[in-house]
C-alpha cells in the first residue's frame, strides 16, 4: 500500500509531542471507520493501523499514549466486540514490537 505525498502531509499532523488528546480522538475514529468497512482488506487495515500507531507515538511516551488510544477504542467500539477485539490485539502486538 502506498500514501502519496499529500495524505501524508495531512496524517503528520497526528504527531507529538502537542495536541495529544486530539489525536488520540482522531486516531479512535479513523481507525474504527477503517476497521468496520468491509471494502478494506485486512492487509491494508494492519498497514495503516502500523502507519496510525507510529505517528501517533512519534514524540510523545508511547506506553501512556496507546493506553489511551485502548480506552478511547473500547468505548467508540463498545457495541462491537468483535472489532474492538481485533484492534485491540493488533494494538498489542504492535506495542510489544516498536515500544521498548
Request: hydrophobic share 50%; with cysteine.
Amino acid at each position: 500500500m502506498f500514501i502519496d505525498s499529500s495524505v501524508a502531509a495531512t496524517f503528520h499532523v497526528l504527531e507529538g509531542p502537542g495536541n495529544e488528546e486530539s489525536a488520540i480522538i482522531v486516531c479512535a475514529e479513523l481507525i474504527k471507520k477503517l476497521w468496520l468497512d468491509p471494502m478494506v482488506q485486512e492487509h491494508n487495515k494492519q498497514w495503516v493501523l502500523d502507519y496510525i500507531l507510529r505517528l501517533l507515538v512519534s514524540g510523545r511516551f508511547g506506553t501512556s499514549v496507546l493506553d489511551r488510544l485502548k480506552d478511547a477504542i473500547s468505548v467508540k467500539l463498545r457495541l462491537i466486540p468483535w472489532a474492538q477485539n481485533n484492534i485491540m490485539k493488533s494494538i498489542m502486538i504492535w506495542q510489544r514490537q516498536h515500544i521498548v
